[in-house]
């Protein structure tokens, strides 16, 4: 993939295309936006232009020793960090500090990927805003981040902003069918519109078996109100359901999330029609009042997941009031 042909991002690749004609490369940039919209493709094209020893403009040749490395994923100034489980821990700056104190090994720039930053903890942070202050020579940082509001201020400041945006869903749905041609157009088109327009966080959704439990939970939170008691029984067993769904869990507390906004919007437009049938019903169903208690009942439910609270009592509070039954 080269910077050429990652659609849906033109702002993105335009302020990259002029930094690289222009050879002004900053010392360091933070791909900011949402999860799924070619932030880290985008990043890794990046790094192949700028390792190939032979580029044409924007695209790398391919052929070259350096292209070979890096497709091959051995390119040995192409450092990664990723998270060590949830966060990317100082220990990891700390070791990517010791490598940058070294000249680039076969390329005129060594290129460093720190993906998901916004997970940094602040002594991580801490760590890594003292080689921004101060970056060595002949290193090229590469921030990759969902949002940009988990960085210290101080970090974002010393970095070059590229900012990345949802997809029109048409070119969203377009790209799963590509991924995944055996998915009828319909599906694409609707796993498109679930993922907000991110089509890496709809592939994902599609194949951790997220929509099936996003749908059952639409259905029994929609349907007609029954007893009291049998609300319970289903609450209960959902959330028990949700409970152990492991790495599900999160991806569909994010469906919910975009369901309320998009329940919130339709209830100030009520002449808008462009909205689900499941939105429709919502907006009908909740006032803003209830459905932004709803919305809150979701951040206190990713909060507790993110100090590793148990995941079934947060799973039944978080039922318990989509389904109005707490007091």
Known sequence: MSLV???????????LTRAITSGRLAHAYLFAGPDGVGKTTAARALAAVLLCRKPDGLEPCGSCPGCVKFASGNHPDLLTIKPDGAAIKIDQIREMKKALTFSPFESEQRVVLLEDVH???R???????KILEEPPPDNLLILIGATSSGLLDTIISRCQVIPFSPLPLDLAANLISVH????????CSRLAALADGCPGRALDLETEGTLPLYTTLLDSWLSPPASR??????????????????????????????????????RTNSRATSFSPEVLQARERWNLERLSAKMAAVDLAEQALARN?????ICEVLLLDLFDLNP
């Open 5 to 15: 042909n990652i659609q849906g991002q033109h702002k993105a690749i335009t302020l």
């Open 119 to 121: 997970t940094m903890r």
């Open 123 to 129: 002594e991580a942070g801490n760590s890594l805003l």
């Open 180 to 187: 995944r041609p055996d998915l009828p157009q319909e599906d």
């Open 229 to 266: 008691a049998m609300r319970v029984e289903q609450a209960l067993t959902l959330a028990m359901t949700l409970a152990e769904a492991k790495e599900s869990l999160e991806p569909l507390l994010m469906l919910i999330r975009i369901f309320l906004k998009d329940s919130m919007a339709a």
């Open 309 to 313: 609270c148990n995941r079934g009592l």
